[in-house]
């Protein structure tokens, strides 16, 4: 379990398709939000986007692995993607904030590998956030005001990627990936492959 967090226009979301696209092993956490779509913004895809009462019933039945209120909106991790994609041995990418991340971490902290993304500069956050070009001047600005706060959270994660370029980005978290599918308790079927090794020597 990858997890991304970042304040927002940081660029978790490019980042993420980036590594979806080249990397066909992992499989990509689709939340539920109550926040409106933005322009370009696929059902199912960016999100399953439902309403407070679809919400709070998927919450209430326990549908939900995390979740969370970020911006007055609701968000939720739906619990049988991320346990069906675990089960068949593929990776999952969760782009989530803080809270979520800290929730994930209270059941499977062996599993979970965290990384937070920081902008180079408050300036590029701000240029980041506007040139989305997809959140009025309001939710901007309430956006960059989070952002410290978000920002607090950078000590609760395993490794830290400034964005300065998306590429370069991308090499480093790759680079994770795959130094954490290294680890040796990740390694399955390692003790008999060792054994079998040793029996032919
Ligand atoms: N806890 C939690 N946070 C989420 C989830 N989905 C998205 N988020 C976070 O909610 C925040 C707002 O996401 P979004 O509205 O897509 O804005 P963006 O981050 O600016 O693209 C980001 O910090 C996301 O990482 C979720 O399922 N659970
Ligand atoms: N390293 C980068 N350099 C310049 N622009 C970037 C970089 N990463 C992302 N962006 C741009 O910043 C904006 C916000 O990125 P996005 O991935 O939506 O952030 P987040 O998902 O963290 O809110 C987008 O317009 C994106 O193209």
Redesign the pocket.
């Known amino acids: 379990m990858l997890v991304l967090s970042?304040?927002?226009?940081?660029?978790?979301?490019?980042?993420?398709r980036k590594l979806l696209a080249s990397d066909e092993r992992i499989t990509m956490s689709v939340s539920v939000t109550t926040r409106p779509p933005r322009p370009g913004e696929v059902e199912g895809k960016d999100y399953y986007f439902v309403d407070v009462p679809t919400f709070h019933r998927m919450r209430d039945e326990g549908e939900l692995l995390e979740h969370a209120v970020v911006f007055d909106n609701l968000y939720g991790t739906p619990r049988p993607a991320v346990e069906q994609a675990l089960s068949a041995g593929r990776d999952v990418l969760f782009?989530i904030d803080w809270q979520g991340t800290q929730q994930l971490g209270e059941t499977a902290q062996q599993d979970l590998v965290k990384v937070f993304?920081l902008p180079p500069t408050a300036a590029?956050l701000e240029q980041?956030?506007r040139?989305?070009?997809q959140d009025s001047e309001e939710v901007v600005r309430q956006r960059m005001a989070k952002a410290s706060d978000e920002i607090s959270h950078y000590t609760e994660y395993d490794y830290i990627i400034i964005?300065?370029?998306?590429d370069d980005?991308l090499g480093k978290l790759t680079a994770i990936l795959q130094a954490e599918r290294l680890k040796r308790r990740r390694l399955t079927g390692l003790s008999s492959f060792v054994k079998g090794l040793r029996d032919a020597l």
């Open positions: 970042s304040p927002s226009g940081a660029g978790k979301t490019t980042l993420s782009d993304l590029d980041r956030l040139s989305r070009a964005n300065h370029e998306v980005s």
